[in-house]
């Protein structure tokens, strides 16, 4: 949008602003945390290590919850700041 000139660049930045722009952005970085967790927990699956259910069973959750965390925390800095 910025390449476009300064009325489509106020155009995105408006809509990112705004409340329905902001969900979209939470979201968005509450999903690539969890792609990132998920891809790290594969890593580990990888080696050959963690495959017993009660091992799953953690780093399902350790994924999920660590996805909550980082976004919450990341926002958090950012409105803060």
């Known amino acids: 949008a910025a390449a476009m000139g300064p009325g489509q660049f106020a155009l995105v930045n408006s809509l990112a602003g705004s409340i329905l722009g902001k969900l979209v952005l939470l ?5 690539l945390f969890h792609h990132m967790l998920g891809g ?14 009660d091992t799953v069973d953690r ?23």
């Open 40 to 53: 790290v927990r594969h890593l580990i699956w990888d080696t050959g290590r963690g495959f017993d259910l």
């Open 27 to 31: 979201g968005y970085s509450w999903a």
């Open 59 to 81: 780093m399902c959750w350790f994924s999920i919850i660590g996805s909550v965390s980082l976004t919450i925390l990341v926002w958090a800095a950012i409105l803060f700041s």
